[in-house]
């Protein structure tokens, strides 16, 4: 059922006409950009992800172990309720599996599981100009819909910035908080990105972020590229790591990203 899902939605965008717009994505950065689509379009940001983490597993002879977290989709889909509104949803489907760091074989797996629904908004909130950047705020509140994971009620918010540095380079930063298993514990994240484009086609970033708990405080490093096939379909791939103790070792992915204009 989830093939034939995601199929329809390819075949639909091989057949859609093209407008004039370039894409702009809220991803594969963790920062989203404080752009909204047009009102009446329709955007679809998907892609895999792998990320791994070695971990010492067991209580009285612990053994170094390899954590994966599989991400077969990481979907958002977009759509321009108005010129300065969108509303948004995310579905993912995962799966986790622990390997042995010798060999590499699989010693445990977990059933490929749909993650909990999310449903949003982003609002503008400014416009750009001169030393003043482009403002949004966008927000997430859901839960296991369409999922067995039941972590409660999850919900995100931030403030997205954007400043143009010129006509090749931008730099952005996101700044708010999630909620990731219910409301009993708040997690405040950050994001900065630089952005340069080589070409109208091929772009490139550098990005740090992390996420900052009561606990152990988690800051990554990633970069990538994005390459736009046309107006309104982007591929884009990217890898990272983290640069604190508790964060993933690695973290890598490959994304397409397409518009559906208004008929």
Do not use: C
């Not at 075949?11 to 991803?27: C, E, K």
């Not at 405040?188 to 606990?215: A, D, H, I, Q, R």
């Amino acid at each position: 059922m989830k093939v034939a899902f995601y199929g329809f939605l390819f075949l639909v965008s091989a057949f859609a006409s093209f407008g004039q717009s370039d894409i702009i994505t809220d991803r594969p950065t963790q920062s989203s950009s404080p752009y909204t689509l047009p009102k009446g379009y329709f955007q679809i940001e998907t892609g895999f992800q792998l990320q791994n983490t070695n971990s010492f597993f067991g209580n009285f002879n612990p053994t170094e172990r390899q954590l994966q977290v599989i991400t077969f989709n990481t979907s958002l889909v977009r759509f321009g309720l108005s010129d300065n509104i969108e509303l948004r949803l995310v579905q993912e489907t995962t799966k986790t599996r622990v390997r042995s760091r010798a060999g590499g074989s699989i010693i445990s797996a977990s059933p490929v599981e749909l993650t909990p629904t999310l449903f949003g908004a982003k609002i503008k909130l400014m416009e750009g100009e001169g030393l003043y950047p482009q403002v949004a705020f966008l927000a997430h509140i859901g839960g296991p819909i369409l999922s067995d994971l039941t972590k409660g009620t999850q919900a995100d918010f931030r403030f997205s910035f954007q400043h143009t540095l010129g006509e090749k380079s931008s730099i952005a930063y996101n700044l708010g908080g999630m909620w990731p298993g219910g409301f009993g514990e708040f997690t405040p994240l950050y994001t900065l990105v630089y952005n340069y484009s080589f070409s109208s086609k091929l772009s490139s970033f550098v990005e740090l972020y992390g996420f900052l708990p009561s606990g152990a405080k988690d800051h990554r490093l990633d970069f990538g590229l994005t390459y736009l096939i046309q107006n309104m379909i982007q591929l884009d791939a990217f890898a990272g790591f983290g640069i604190s103790r508790t964060s993933p070792d690695f973290v890598t992915g490959l994304g397409l990203s397409f518009m559906l204009p208004k008929k």
